[in-house]
């Protein structure tokens, strides 16, 4: 049976890894010396005066702007106050890298490659249905759940309720989940497509003219390419 990602099991990724953790952690805060000294020197006042005010040593403060001492909530609440600023301007949130890094899995005859970082809300996946597949043949299912699937390369044979249709290379076609549902290789060739899955009610936004056919409106969103 193929169907959408979502339906009776849910795939968790990891958003950070614990080393790149560490390693934007230690970034951010190599940062706050200089941002420490240059706040101090900005005001026009020495360690002695910034110590009588926080009660900080003026050796740890020296320490702290020269990156020999690391910074903490306990030291850095004060200096805030001190200085008259946020902690977002002491402390810089460390960039995530944007790069997404998915490890692939098979599921239902198709191979999933995950292309967003976060386990909940909207799913983005690029799915892979390859040649020779012997899931072929309907089995409608139904969740929770709305999902939009967009091909890339190939034929992909949708089964929705009453409608069953074929989408080429281009075309579109989002559809509530709860309605029974199924798709697979129109034929031998392989399929490549986009899914976006999300829980009932997250809906994609942007679409396509529907097109209509006898009997109803087909789950079918053509592209904008001629």
């Known amino acids: 049976m193929m169907h959408g990602p979502g339906q009776g099991w849910q795939i968790r990724l990891p958003i950070w890894q614990n080393n790149q953790m560490t390693d934007q952690t230690d970034q951010a805060l190599a940062t706050v010396g200089p941002r420490l000294r240059s706040l101090r020197q900005d005001r026009g006042t020495s360690l002695a005066e910034v110590s009588a005010v926080t009660g900080i040593s003026v050796s740890t403060l020296s320490r702290l ?43 239902h005859g198709m191979t999933y490659y995950p292309l967003n970082r976060t386990p909940v809300g909207l799913q983005a996946y690029k799915l892979v249905i390859p040649a020779g597949s012997s899931r072929r043949v309907p089995d409608p299912r139904s969740h929770e759940g709305y999902e939009w699937l967009y091909v890339l390369d190939g034929r992909l044979r949708l089964v929705l309720a009453e409608h069953d249709v074929v989408l080429t290379q281009g075309e579109a076609a989002e559809f509530d989940t709860r309605v029974p549902h199924w798709f697979g290789a129109a034929g031998p060739a392989a399929v490549e497509m986009l899914s976006l899955f999300g829980p009932q009610g997250e809906r994609v936004h942007v679409r396509a003219g529907p097109v209509e056919r006898d009997g109803g409106e087909a789950p079918r969103a053509r592209s904008g390419k001629s």
């Open 65 to 107: 702007e020269s990156g020999q001492r690391r910074a903490t909530l306990e030291l850095l609440l004060p200096l805030a106050r001190a200085y008259q600023v946020s902690l977002d301007q002491i402390v810089t949130a460390p960039v995530a890298d944007p790069r997404v890094r998915p490890s692939s899995f098979r599921r």
